[in-house]
């Protein structure tokens, strides 16, 4: 008998690349899946093409009004019926159709409760930029200096770490944190390690009009997530930016 997996996807004005992150999922050879899309509020035409998808019995598409990723992931979460959860933003790609096959074997066989993969950078009109590798493990204290996730690689064991816990915080509703990291760090603060699968499973698509492409603000919601959220002490705040912002450099050689 088979595990099923829940598939959380925030949507926002994605009309241009949803379909594909979609197809994706239906083309994956592991068959028990559910896909929870919510809309965030769309004003272009994402809503019309969730909508398309809706006669699947295995997707389900929530619209609502606009509260931001974390507000749509956590949304997702709730609805989430499968013992595993896998996290797929609206403009990536899982590029191996068999990548949930492959990295719940990889679970299984290592007895772990959180896995992620290698993926490749793209543009956004699909062309390769790079391929980032992963590490064998990373528990807090390593993930607090090199941020090597993407939340389309990651997939949850729910019967090993508690669904709360992906629930993206929502304390501090004046300051802006990056999301994933806020959630991976929540993870990973209880002594959880994330075991990586180096094989290239996923595309992530990197956007110039996505907030990740300023590079002064991400660096400003990570040094926020730092100080605010960790309650780290400011030399070990820079430390740890440092070192952050060096692999993530690397990460584009």
Request: net charge neutral; charged share 25%; glycine share 6%.
């Given at each position: 008998m088979m595990d099923k997996v829940s598939v959380v996807i925030p949507v926002y004005n994605c009309e241009k690349y949803i379909h594909e992150a979609i197809e994706s999922v239906i083309a994956q050879s592991y068959l028990d899946w559910e896909l929870i899309a919510v809309?965030?509020?769309?004003?272009?035409?994402?809503?019309e093409i969730l909508d398309e998808f809706s006669c699947d019995p295995r997707i389900h598409v929530i619209h609502q009004e606009n509260g931001g990723v974390a507000a749509a992931r956590n949304a997702g979460?709730?609805?989430?019926?499968?013992r595993y959860i896998a996290f797929l933003d609206a403009d990536d790609i899982w590029c191996d159709c068999h990548k949930l096959e492959k990295q719940l074997?990889?679970?299984?066989r290592r007895d772990v409760g959180m896995c992620f993969s290698s993926y490749e950078t793209i543009s956004e009109n699909g062309v390769s930029i790079n391929v980032v590798h992963v590490p064998d493990r990373i528990d807090y204290k390593g993930f607090l200096k090199n941020t090597i996730t993407c939340s389309h690689t990651v997939v949850f064991d729910t019967q090993r770490i508690a669904?709360?816990?992906?629930?993206?915080?929502?304390?501090?509703?004046d300051k802006d944190f990056p999301e994933d990291l806020s959630?991976?760090?929540?993870?990973l603060k209880e002594g959880y390690f994330a075991y990586g699968l180096d094989d290239v499973l996923a595309q992530y698509r990197k956007r110039r009009t996505s907030r990740s492409s300023n590079k002064l603000?991400?660096?400003?919601?990570t040094w926020n997530q730092y100080r605010?959220?960790?309650e780290l002490h400011i030399p070990?705040?820079?430390y740890c930016l440092f070192w952050q912002l060096f692999h993530a450099s690397m990460k584009r050689l």
């Open positions: 809309d965030d509020g769309s004003t272009d035409g994402s809503s979460i709730e609805l989430c019926s499968g074997r990889f679970m299984k669904r709360e816990l992906l629930m993206a915080p929502t304390s501090f509703p959630v991976w760090l929540q993870v603000h991400a660096v400003r919601r605010y959220r960790e070990y705040a820079c």
